[in-house]
C-alpha cells in the first residue's frame, strides 16, 4: 500500500446483535489480553508472551486466532509453545491463522499462553524517528495487529488488555490504560506495565517504545491528560499539545463521560496522521508545530467516543467513526470560532464529497468492501458521514439531536453498533420515522442535483418555483433559500415540485441553500 498521510481519524495533511462486543457466530469471545513484549536495540526481533482469556461461546475441539506466521522474508512471528496452566496445548501455525487444539464446554472460560518471537512484518512500526533515533510504534488499523499480537484481530472482539514491555532502560514506554509500574532490570533494562480495564478492539491496541519529553498538561474532571514527544521538539510539542484539555472537556460535556483512564497525545512514526489509539493517541512526527495540530487533535480525540468505545460492529459502518470524528470537530470549532466556521467547513466537505463520487459512486455503507479497508478511508466515510450528521441535526434541531447522540453513547460505549442502531436510538428520541432519512443518505450512492426555477409573479405578489430532482433517485429534503434576504423552506419529495411562495415586495435575488444545510448540487435559473 501507497503510504499516505489520512488521519483516522481523517484525511489529513499530505492532504447489534446486541451492545455486547462480539463478532456474530464466532465461537470464542476474548475476554482479556495480557501481552508481555521484549524488545532490543541490536535488531528488529521481537519476543512475546500472550496470556490470551477467552470465553467459550460453543463447544469446540478447537479453535483459531490471527497470527501471521514467519515467512520466507524472515519476517512475521514463530510460535514456540501454547500451555494453559502450565499444561502442553497442541496447535498448527498456518499462513495467518493459528490454530489451537484444545476441547472446550459452551460457557467455560479459558487461558492459554502463547510464547513466540519473530520481526514484525507490519503492526508494530520499528523504525528511527527524523532525528535517527531508533523507535517502536504500534500501528495496527484496521486489522494489522495479528502482524505481532496473537489476538482476534476483528473489530467486533472487544477485550481489556495489559502491556508489560520490557526494553533498553534510556526508553520510555506508553500504551492504553494506566501505567502501573517501572521496574529496573539487570542489563540495563526497564520494565514497564500498562493497563486497560475498558474493553477495547485490537484496532487501537498500541504501545509507543522511544526516548520521549513527558508532560503531565493536566487534569480535566480528574482525567489526566499527558504529551510524549521526542525531546528536540519538546517547547514546541508541549505547547501546541496542550490544546487537548480544552478538546476533551468540550467533549466530555457535549456526548458524555470519557471512557479511558488517561490520555496521553503522542508523537510518533504512524503511518496516518494521527491515530485514535484508545487512550494512547498516535499523531504524525510533523504535527509538532503544524497549523492544523487542534483541527487534527479534535479528530483524534472525538474517536475516543465513536470509533473506540462506541465501535462500528464491522468496517462497512465506518462512519460511525469517521463521519462523527469529522462532524465531532466541525462542532467542536464552531463552539470556539463561531457559525462561519462551521458554513465554511461544510462547503469544503461538500466539494470533496462530490468529487469522489466523480471517481467511485458508492453508498457511504459500503458492502462492497470485504478486506481492503483501507480504500475506506475516503469522502464518503469521512466527509459525506460528517455532512449526514449535520443534516440529521437540523432535522431534529439541537436539543434532540444531541440528546440523541448522548443515548447512542451511552448504549453502546464499550460496545458495539451499525448504522441500523444509530437509526433506532435517534428514532426513539425524535419521535418521528428516520428510515427514509438513513435510506437516501447512507445506503444510496450519490446525492441530490437540484435544477431550480424561479419568477416572480407581481399581480398576485408570489415567487412561482419549479425545483426538478435531476438525479435518478428521488431525495426527501428540505431546501432553504433567501428571497430577497427573507428566509424560506420548500420541501421536497417528488421529480418536479411546484410551489408558490408569498413575498411583501418584489423578488429581485434568490439564494439558495444559505446556511450550507443541504447536501446537494443546484442549478439556479431564472425565468422571464
Known amino acids: 500500500m501507497k503510504k499516505v498521510y489520512l488521519y483516522p481519524f481523517y484525511l489529513f495533511l499530505l492532504i447489534s446483535f446486541s451492545a455486547n462486543a462480539q463478532v456474530p457466530g464466532a465461537p470464542i469471545d476474548v475476554q482479556h ?11 528488529d526481533i521481537i519476543q512475546g508472551k500472550a496470556d490470551i482469556t477467552v470465553k467459550f461461546l460453543q463447544k469446540a475441539d478447537s479453535f483459531h486466532i490471527d497470527l501471521v506466521k514467519q515467512k520466507a522474508t524472515g519476517k512475521g512471528m514463530l510460535v514456540s509453545s501454547i500451555t494453559e496452566k502450565g499444561s502442553p496445548v497442541r496447535f498448527q501455525q498456518i499462513s495467518d491463522t493459528l490454530n489451537i487444539i ?21 503492526g508494530l512500526i520499528i523504525s528511527t524517528n527524523k532525528f535517527g533515533h531508533r523507535t517502536f510504534f504500534g ?32 526508553y520510555q514506554v506508553v500504551a492504553n490504560g494506566s501505567k502501573v509500574s517501572e521496574t529496573p532490570l539487570p542489563g540495563d533494562l526497564k520494565q514497564t506495565k500498562w493497563k486497560e480495564s475498558a474493553p477495547l478492539p485490537t484496532k487501537v491496541m498500541v504501545i509507543g517504545v522511544a526516548d520521549f519529553a513527558i508532560d503531565h498538561t493536566g487534569d480535566v474532571n480528574k482525567i489526566p491528560v499527558y504529551t510524549y514527544v521526542f525531546p528536540e521538539n519538546k517547547a514546541v510539542g508541549f505547547s501546541g499539545y496542550a490544546v487537548a484539555k480544552e478538546i476533551l472537556a468540550y467533549y466530555m460535556d457535549k456526548v458524555g463521560p470519557y471512557a479511558y483512564e488517561k490520555l496521553a497525545n503522542v508523537q510518533s512514526k504512524t503511518i496516518f496522521g494521527g491515530m485514535e489509539n ?17 483541527e487534527l487533535m479534535a479528530h483524534e480525540i472525538a474517536h475516543q467516543w465513536f470509533g473506540d468505545a ?15 470524528a469529522t462532524y465531532m470537530t466541525n462542532v467542536y470549532l464552531e463552539s470556539k470560532y463561531g457559525e462561519a ?12 464529497v462530490f468529487a469522489f463520487e466523480m471517481q467511485r459512486l458508492t453508498p457511504v455503507v459500503d458492502t462492497a468492501v ?15 458521514g ?3 450528521l449535520h443534516m440529521l441535526r437540523r432535522k431534529m434541531g439541537d436539543e434532540l439531536f444531541w440528546k440523541g447522540i448522548r443515548a447512542y453513547y451511552q448504549k453502546y460505549d464499550g460496545g458495539n453498533a451499525n448504522t441500523e442502531d444509530l437509526r433506532d436510538v435517534m428514532q426513539n428520541v425524535y419521535g418521528q420515522p428516520l428510515n427514509q432519512f438513513f435510506k437516501q443518505w447512507l445506503r444510496t450512492p450519490g446525492h441530490p442535483h437540484l435544477s431550480v426555477k424561479w419568477k416572480y409573479d407581481p399581480t398576485k405578489k408570489v415567487v412561482n418555483f419549479e425545483i426538478t430532482q435531476v438525479q435518478n433517485d428521488l431525495y426527501e429534503a428540505t431546501v432553504e433559500c433567501l428571497i430577497n434576504n427573507e428566509a424560506h423552506k420548500i420541501d421536497i419529495k417528488d421529480r418536479v415540485t411546484i410551489i408558490q411562495v408569498s413575498v411583501n415586495v418584489e423578488a429581485t435575488s434568490v439564494t439558495l441553500d444559505p446556511n450550507v444545510n443541504l447536501l446537494a448540487e443546484f442549478e439556479l435559473l431564472k425565468g422571464e
Open 33 to 43: 489480553y495480557n501481552f508481555a513484549i521484549q524488545l532490543n536495540d541490536k535488531n
Open 102 to 122: 484444545t476441547s472446550a464446554s459452551e460457557g467455560s472460560m479459558h487461558t492459554y499462553s502463547i510464547t513466540y518471537h519473530g520481526v514484525p512484518a507490519d
Open 370 to 384: 470485504r478486506d481492503n479497508y483501507m480504500q475506506l478511508l475516503n469522502a464518503n466515510s469521512y466527509q459525506k
Open 139 to 170: 500501528d495496527n488499523w484496521p486489522n494489522r495487529a495479528h502482524n505481532w499480537l496473537p489476538c482476534v484481530d476483528n473489530i467486533a472482539d472487544k477485550a481489556t488488555v495489559d502491556f508489560t514491555v520490557t526494553a533498553p532502560a534510556h
Open 278 to 294: 484508545a487512550s494512547c493517541i498516535f499523531y504524525f512526527e510533523n504535527s509538532v508545530g503544524d497549523k492544523g495540530i487542534e
Open 310 to 324: 462506541a465501535s462500528e460492529k464491522s468496517f462497512a459502518h465506518l462512519w460511525l467513526s469517521e463521519g462523527f
Open 341 to 352: 466556521m462551521l458554513k465554511q467547513r461544510l462547503e469544503n466537505d461538500r466539494k470533496e
Open 386 to 388: 460528517g455532512w449526514v
